[in-house]
């Protein structure tokens, strides 16, 4: 017989759907409670507005590993980016197994920080909406999240995630608001998000090994990114990443992989884009390995990360610029078993370029740019 699910609604523990009364205290209690229960657990958050600072929802102690979290209000961070500006998340979970989150609005409120930002002041650093950590068996579905301070969702040390119809909303000039990241993380599949952001909508971190990314809508933003890779020597590699169907509109880049010049033992291997639209995107295809923003403090050496096995298939739109695919590889670790095949990007009235540099790789079927390889 399959055990009965309780229920406990959030604001039975004191939380106030109000947006003004400090409600961490009342999602704390409501989750020490499904943790201790040796039976599937619901938190409710009903319609409304909760107040929450920063808080970590800890599975350390947790006997429950059948949790869901159904969310039909939303949830508002301070409204002074002080509170939670140093802090690494403004919520996290951390070292839970099972745990589902459905529904839902994150707003983190980061307007005032990216204001702070953009004016050149010292300001915190800011901090990332929600956060996975040393977790397994995690699924999001239909989430909302809302001008993050920083990144929108993370996904770190973790195992089996699935990540289901979320909607990441910030302007394009919002300042480091990556829409999902993951890093050092395996067996991660996200399908369906819709990300309108200032950074990267996807970014993939080192240590990312075996994800599956489909049915992607991304932009403004800075496009999917498979980096910044190498600036560390021992770092854990990216291999296994498959992203199939994905529109870029107005995007500064659409598959990028990116590598500091500088010594590194990382590599990225097995990577495929498949069936991808780019409407008047700047960077269409673009492998960096001189990866270096605003040109300030460059290691200006030659890219350790190997990057080896990547194919572009099935991909067509107009680029912004006249270098629609642009393969910059390192002298030191050149670019091997690079494939395009059904590439077909155009530029206005004119035919767009391809450059390439230290690459080796094959091209079939039509091929627009015509290829450098």
């Known amino acids: 017989m399959a055990k009965s699910i309780t229920t406990y609604n959030v604001v039975d523990f004191g939380a106030k759907p109000n947006g003004k009364i400090d409600s961490t205290k009342s999602f704390l209690m409501a989750w020490n409670k499904v943790c201790t229960s040796n039976k599937p657990s619901i938190i409710y958050v009903p319609h409304g507005k909760f107040l929450l600072g920063r808080v970590t929802f800890s599975g350390e102690l947790c006997v429950n590993k059948n949790i869901s979290i159904i969310i039909d209000g939303t949830l508002v961070a301070p409204s002074d980016y002080n509170v939670i500006?140093?802090?690494?998340?403004?919520?996290?979970?951390?070292?839970?197994?099972?745990?589902?989150?459905?529904?839902?609005?994150?707003?983190?409120?980061?307007?005032?920080?990216?204001?702070?930002?953009?004016?050149?002041?010292?300001?915190?650093?800011?901090?990332?909406?929600?956060?996975?950590?040393?977790?397994?068996?995690?699924?999001?579905?239909?989430?909302?999240?809302?001008?993050?301070?920083?990144?929108?969702?993370?996904?770190?040390?973790?195992?089996?995630?699935?990540?289901?119809?979320?909607?990441?909303?910030?302007?394009?000039?919002?300042?480091?608001?990556?829409?999902?990241?993951?890093?050092?993380?395996?067996?991660?599949?996200?399908?369906?998000?819709?990300?309108?952001?200032?950074?990267?909508?996807?970014?993939?971190?080192?240590?990312?090994?075996?994800?599956?990314?489909?049915?992607?809508?991304?932009?403004?933003?800075?496009?999917?990114?498979?980096?910044?890779?190498?600036?560390?020597?021992?770092?854990?590699?990216?291999?296994?990443?498959?992203?199939?169907?994905?529109?870029?509109?107005?995007?500064?880049?659409?598959?990028?992989?990116?590598?500091?010049?500088?010594?590194?033992?990382?590599?990225?291997?097995?990577?495929?884009?498949?069936?991808?639209?780019?409407?008047?995107?700047q960077n269409p295809i673009i492998i960096d390995q001189n990866y270096c923003?605003?040109?300030?403090?460059?290691?200006?050496?030659?890219?350790?990360?190997?990057?080896?096995?990547?194919?572009?298939?099935?991909i067509q739109g107009t680029s912004a610029t006249k270098v629609a695919v642009k393969f910059e590889c390192s002298s030191k670790q050149p670019c091997k078993r690079i494939k395009l095949e059904n590439v077909k990007l155009t530029l206005k009235d004119e035919a767009p370029k391809a450059l390439c540099n230290h690459v080796a790789g094959t091209a079939f079927g039509t091929v627009q740019p015509e290829s450098c390889l």
């Open 293 to 314: 923003p605003f040109y300030k403090g460059c290691p200006n050496e030659e890219s350790g990360v190997m990057i080896d096995d990547v194919s572009y298939k099935d």
């Open 85 to 281: 500006g140093e802090a690494s998340y403004w919520l996290m979970f951390e070292k839970v197994s099972g745990v589902s989150i459905h529904g839902g609005v994150l707003d983190g409120k980061g307007t005032s920080l990216w204001d702070c930002k953009n004016s050149g002041k010292s300001c915190p650093i800011g901090a990332t909406t929600l956060g996975f950590c040393n977790s397994d068996n995690i699924i999001v579905t239909g989430l909302t999240s809302r001008n993050s301070q920083m990144f929108h969702i993370v996904i770190y040390e973790c195992r089996n995630v699935k990540v289901h119809g979320v909607k990441v909303v910030a302007p394009e000039n919002s300042p480091n608001t990556d829409g999902i990241h993951v890093q050092l993380s395996s067996d991660i599949t996200i399908t369906k998000p819709k990300i309108r952001t200032g950074d990267d909508c996807i970014s993939i971190g080192p240590g990312s090994r075996n994800l599956w990314i489909e049915d992607v809508v991304c932009g403004p933003g800075h496009g999917i990114s498979i980096g910044s890779l190498g600036w560390s020597l021992n770092e854990p590699g990216v291999k296994n990443v498959t992203v199939k169907s994905a529109t870029f509109s107005k995007t500064q880049n659409g598959f990028r992989i990116k590598s500091w010049g500088k010594p590194s033992g990382g590599f990225v291997r097995h990577v495929h884009f498949v069936d991808a639209t780019m409407i008047d995107v």
